[in-house]
């Protein structure tokens, strides 16, 4: 993902956040504070036919040394483009990259009513580590979260 890339990115990116499914951001951030928000690594796109179909990236969970190779993923696939196996290409080729750039644990949280989202990471390899029960609002709503995570085999196993 390059800033030429962005307004395809951001586009997706404003469909997820209308879903209320994905996301507690009620706006696309501009380029500049995502870019300061996410890893410099693993900002990918995933291009069909000339055309950005979906975008996976990785955001440290925190500034402490000691969290260095813990991130929180990112996966967002265009609405005309989901159900075609475009999310776990992306996740798949995120964990690559994580494992790549020394990410021992990757993380998401996840709305509990985001079925699909749960099965994906589940297939690539995450487990359920609890739920987050009203943990913050949206739309003036208590909305729920469900935590899981993936420990990587090859990275942090020392």
Same mark, same amino acid.
């Given at each position: 993902?390059?800033?030429?890339?962005?307004?395809?990115?951001?586009?997706?990116?404003?469909?997820?956040?209308?879903?209320?499914?994905?996301?507690?951001?009620?706006?696309?951030?501009?380029?500049?504070?995502?870019?300061?928000?996410?890893?410099?690594?693993?900002?990918?796109?995933?291009?069909?036919?000339?055309?950005?179909?979906?975008?996976?990236?990785?955001?440290? @969970?925190?500034? /402490?040394?000691?969290?260095?190779? @813990?991130?929180?993923?990112?996966?967002?696939?265009?609405?005309?483009?989901?159900? /075609?196996?475009?999310?776990?290409?992306?996740?798949?080729?995120?964990?690559?990259?994580?494992?790549?750039?020394?990410?021992?644990?990757?993380?998401?949280?996840?709305?509990?009513?985001?079925?699909?989202?749960?099965?994906?990471?589940?297939?690539?390899?995450?487990?359920?580590?609890?739920?987050?029960?009203?943990?913050?609002?949206?739309?003036?709503?208590?909305?729920?979260?469900?935590?899981?995570? /993936? /420990?990587?085999?090859? @990275?942090?196993?020392?």
């Amino acid at each position: 993902m390059t800033p030429d890339d962005w307004d395809a990115v951001a586009g997706i990116y404003r469909e997820g956040i209308e879903t209320r499914q994905a996301t507690f951001e009620t706006k696309v951030p501009s380029w500049d504070q995502w870019d300061e928000s996410h890893h410099q690594f693993a900002r990918l796109v995933l291009i069909v036919d000339g055309e950005i179909k979906g975008w996976a990236a990785l955001s440290r @969970v925190s500034a /402490r040394d000691v969290y260095a190779g @813990v991130a929180e993923v990112s996966v967002y696939v265009r609405s005309t483009s989901r159900g /075609r196996g475009f999310g776990r290409v992306l996740l798949e080729a995120l964990i690559d990259e994580a494992e790549r750039n020394g990410i021992w644990t990757l993380q998401a949280s996840i709305f509990r009513e985001n079925e699909a989202s749960l099965h994906l990471h589940s297939k690539s390899g995450f487990r359920i580590v609890g739920y987050r029960e009203r943990i913050a609002k949206l739309d003036g709503i208590w909305r729920d979260t469900v935590l899981m995570e /993936r /420990r990587s085999s090859i @990275v942090g196993s020392e």
